[in-house]
């Protein structure tokens, strides 16, 4: 099921509560660190408006029509600002994607693929050869989604955070 939904960068005055959203839905993955064992990660999530700061880097959310934050994403257009572990902020002609939740209320009605593909567009925009994510087991529902979408898996981009294996995905986009 789908639903009509605005997708648009984030505005100041959501920003706390895009944030929390995000704490609550990243706490909330069964088998995924806690806010105890990552601090400085959900220190990340809570500020989660911080990203759009970054050169090339915009956070998008997802909006009901009566105006409901249903979600977010973190898009970046240049891979040194990314951030993760691993080899992916080495990546050159190629955008990334990261932070991608939607609050439990709106699940299954097509947010994270609406934001994931909003994302896409805009390395097409840019004329980027790939698009690159990671994500981790607990996160098996945004996995499945990536890989309908034509991501492969590319171990080349794992790392461990802390004691979290994190799984490298890639999507090559043709040339226009």
């Not at 691993?86 to 050159?92: E, F, I, L, R, S």
């Not at 002609?93 to 990261?98: E, K, M």
């Not at 209320?105 to 980027?128: M, N, P, Y």
Request: hydrophobic fraction near 40%.
């Amino acid at each position: 099921m789908t639903m009509p939904l605005t997708i648009r960068d984030l505005q100041e005055a959501e920003s706390e509560a895009l944030g929390r959203l995000m704490v609550e839905v990243y706490s909330g993955l069964e088998g995924f660190p806690t806010p105890e064992e990552q601090p400085r990660y959900y220190e990340l999530l809570t500020h989660i408006g911080r990203f759009a700061e970054k050169k090339d880097a915009r956070v998008l959310v997802a909006l009901t029509p009566e105006g409901e934050l249903v979600g977010g994403v973190v898009y970046f257009g240049d891979m040194a600002e990314y951030g993760s572990g691993g080899t992916a902020t080495t990546v050159k002609n190629a955008s990334g994607i990261r932070l991608l939740g939607i609050s439990p209320r709106f699940r299954k009605l097509g947010a994270g693929r609406a934001l994931t593909l909003a994302c896409i567009d805009l390395a097409r925009e840019q004329g980027h050869a790939e698009v690159i994510l990671h994500t981790t087991q607990a996160m098996r529902v945004a996995w499945q989604l990536y890989e309908r979408l034509g991501f492969l898996r590319s171990e080349d981009l794992d790392f461990m955070q802390q004691e979290l294996p994190v799984f490298g995905f890639r999507l090559k986009l043709s040339p226009r």
